[in-house]
């Protein structure tokens, strides 16, 4: 069965643009959860600080790239203060509270809903391309 016949253009487009926007850059966390079964702080803050900011700037949303912009630099200041730890001192308290949790892991799921959200009526409602292949 060739999928790309059956499939609407408009279809792959959008999850083009999923894979290469969301997918792709979010695999090096997942890489880390699987290969050492945890993902550090500094590694999972860096990373959706990138992530925040170069959706953002893909988006056509002036809302998105202004919550993108403002989300990064919390990332980016919270890689900072645990990169700035001394290495002999541990944590007060192994893990993260349920709330930290919430708030680490929630902003990121919400923005990419909301992003993913943008990137359906651009490409599946509108047909606009998201590369265009010839």
Not at 28 to 55: H, N, P, R, S, W
């Amino acid at each position: 069965m060739d999928l790309t016949k059956s499939m609407p253009l408009a279809w792959q487009q959008f999850l083009l643009s999923v894979l290469f926007l969301v997918v792709v850059p979010l695999s090096a966390i997942v890489a880390d959860l699987a290969i050492k079964g945890e993902v550090a702080d500094q590694d999972l803050y860096l990373t959706l600080a990138v992530y925040f900011v170069a959706t953002g700037a893909t988006s056509r949303s002036q809302l998105i790239l202004g919550v993108s912009i403002i989300l990064s630099a919390a990332y980016f200041v919270s890689y900072g203060v645990v990169v700035a730890r001394p290495l002999a001192c541990p944590p007060i308290a192994p893990g993260h509270s349920l709330v930290a949790d919430a708030v680490i892991y929630g902003f990121p799921l919400i923005f990419t809903a909301f992003s993913a959200i943008e990137r359906y009526k651009r490409h599946v409602m509108k047909a606009e391309k998201f590369w265009d292949f010839g």
